[in-house]
Structures are given as structure tokens and as C-alpha cells.
């Protein structure tokens, strides 16, 4: 699975972000997909996760509320939706795909296995 990330750029505290992770490949539909970000000497942090079909997700608490992760398997699309945008929600976020088949959406980096590029999120003061 190669994934691809875009919708990142500099936004205004309180403002808004949608970010996109288009996958390639027929599977997209047999992977749970994340959201991770990572700030400037900061190790990777989970942002959020859905499930294969969508009817289940997670978020980090520093999130919730905030962010909504969606898909659409037609599209071999996860999103992710930012509102309320604070500065320290600046990095670099990244997509990510899990195929663990099991019932809980995972929150560690090394567990997934397929990785995009990454897209930066700015949020100014």
C-alpha cells in the first residue's frame, strides 16, 4: 500500500485543516488506518485511528473533540478533520495503515506498517 497525504499549510489558531491520505492498490479496505504527527524534536505521537469499515474509531486525548478521522473505501480515502486548531498542534502529520485484524484500533507507531510521506500543519499564535 503506498499512501499519499495532502491538505497541510499554515492556518490561523481557531482556524480549520481537512487532510487527505489517498492509498493506492485494491486493499484499502483491509487495512485500519491512523493519523500520527510528529513535532520538531519530538518523538511521533498518535493523533487517531478507524476501523476497516469506519464504524469505529479513536482519538488521543489531546485531540478529541477537536478532530474527526473519516473514510471512504469507495475513494480509498482517510481524512482527517481539524477544528479548533492550537500552535501545538503544528507538525508533521502522517497516515498510516494497519493490517492487524483484530477488534481494537492500535495506537503505536511500529504497529503499523505502511507509511506516507507526511504533510506539515502550521497553526499560528
Do not use: H
Not at 2 to 16: H, I, R
Amino acid at each position: 500500500v503506498q499512501l499519499v497525504e495532502s491538505g497541510g499549510g499554515l492556518v490561523q489558531a481557531g482556524g480549520s485543516l481537512r487532510l487527505s491520505c489517498a492509498a493506492s492498490g485494491r486493499t484499502f479496505r483491509g487495512y485500519a488506518m491512523g493519523w500520527f504527527r510528529q513535532a520538531p524534536g519530538k518523538e511521533r505521537e498518535f493523533v487517531a485511528a478507524i476501523s476497516r469499515s469506519g464504524g469505529n474509531t479513536y482519538y488521543a486525548d489531546s485531540v478529541k473533540g477537536r478532530f474527526t478521522i473519516s473514510r471512504e473505501n469507495a475513494k480509498n480515502t482517510v481524512y482527517v478533520q481539524m477544528n479548533s486548531l492550537k500552535p501545538e498542534d503544528t507538525a508533521v502529520y502522517y497516515c498510516a495503515a494497519d493490517s492487524y485484524l483484530g477488534p481494537r484500533l492500535r495506537v503505536g507507531a511500529a504497529e503499523y506498517e505502511y507509511w506516507g510521506l507526511g504533510t506539515q500543519v502550521t497553526v499560528s499564535s
